[in-house]
């Protein structure tokens, strides 16, 4: 398989995931709890098997406007989307603890929220932990390219990093699209300002050299914001402050692009023909392009499956995230990482007679 030619698989797909139960944190985002509702509502009328966290009345009521029945766990509390990240620690009845406590109890294989980012974070790590060997999570974001997808991370967890943590995130990326993408040689970039080894700043220097030395690991070397969507590498590694920036450079530019095409398409007779013609093509791309097509992004090195999604998430972005969340748990992406860290502990990245410590 070609560098970049995977894509995350079609959520929609039949597959053993379908009966994987996810939590979700039905309170925390900006149109919740009626996006959460009718999103987890569309889930398990696939088949999917959800469960709802957060205030019970409000989410019966929801429920009852849509005459479905579907289990809720009561939180009697939700961190606001402009509150401290670190308020999870005392307020543990908030939605986010309640749901990502679910999944460490194990009434839930995974867990989603789209909701306050730092707060879901914080919470997954307060509850969860972190798999052996990694010293920070990071946050993967699947950037569309011409023939698949590219995984970009940290998209976001991190703004300040060391080079061991992008080292880590190399060997977690390429163990996610390894596991839940299908590429069996991942090929590994960090982003830089420059393709040679000696460009970019101290810690994209140093990060270069870490990885290069990494036996196993598919380093291919420095990659360009030019190269961000030509996919010639699998995983791009960087910092989470400019990878946070990438993606949402990223998601504002298709969108000025697209108003750009609406509006030259509409600019006089010929140009509406023109529009009516090539319509189908532009609402597939515009759908490949949906950031709710993925739903929410996976939270890589914590002990267990959690997905982050959009504060503006609708329903269709909270039902694309369960089926994210439930194909992961299927492909055994958490456990598939933690021995992928085991490996790097031991220096014997790549081999498949390692298994992950318990």
Request: hydrophobic content about 45%.
């Amino acid at each position: 398989m070609t560098p970049g030619s995977a894509a995350p698989p079609d959520p929609r797909a039949t597959d053993p995931g379908a009966r994987v139960r996810v939590a979700i944190d039905a309170m925390g985002g900006e149109r919740m709890p009626r996006a959460a509702v009718e999103g987890a509502v569309a889930a398990h009328l696939e088949g999917h098997q959800v469960v709802l966290v957060g205030d019970e009345a409000a989410l019966k009521l929801e429920l009852s406007r849509v005459g479905i029945e579907l289990p809720v766990v009561h939180a009697s509390d939700v961190i606001g989307m402009n509150e401290h990240a670190t308020d999870v620690r005392r307020r543990r009845d908030s939605s986010v603890m309640v749901a990502m406590r679910l999944v460490k109890d194990g009434r839930a294989a995974a867990c989603v929220s789209m909701g306050h980012s730092g707060a879901t974070m914080a919470a997954a790590i307060f509850e969860l932990g972190r798999v052996a060997g990694v010293d920070r999570a990071a946050i993967l974001a699947a950037l569309p390219t011409a023939a698949g997808a590219t995984a970009l991370l940290d998209a976001g967890a991190n703004a300040d990093c060391k080079p061991a943590y992008l080292q880590q995130f190399a060997v977690m990326g390429s163990a996610y699209v390894r596991s839940l993408w299908g590429v069996a040689e991942p090929k590994v970039g960090l982003m830089s300002n420059g393709e040679e080894p000696g460009k970019g700043n101290e810690l994209t220097r140093a990060a270069h050299a870490l990885l290069a030395a990494t036996p196993g690991l598919g380093f291919v070397g420095n990659v360009e914001g030019r190269d961000l969507f030509t996919g010639g590498v699998d995983v791009i590694v960087t910092d989470g402050f400019t990878g946070n920036v990438i993606l949402k450079q990223a998601e504002g530019e298709a969108k000025a692009i697209f108003a750009w095409v609406k509006d030259a398409l509409s600019s006089g007779p010929r140009a509406r023909l023109g529009g009516l013609l090539v319509r189908p093509a532009l609402r597939r791309l515009a759908k490949r392009l949906d950031p709710a097509e993925y739903g929410a992004q996976p939270l890589l090195g914590v002990r267990g499956y959690a997905f982050i999604g959009h504060g503006s998430a609708d329903a269709r972005a909270v039902t694309s995230a369960v089926r994210t969340a439930a194909r992961a748990v299927a492909a055994g992406a958490v456990e598939r990482l933690s021995a992928a860290m085991a490996e790097l502990a031991q220096g014997a990245l790549g081999r498949d007679d390692v298994t992950a410590p318990r």
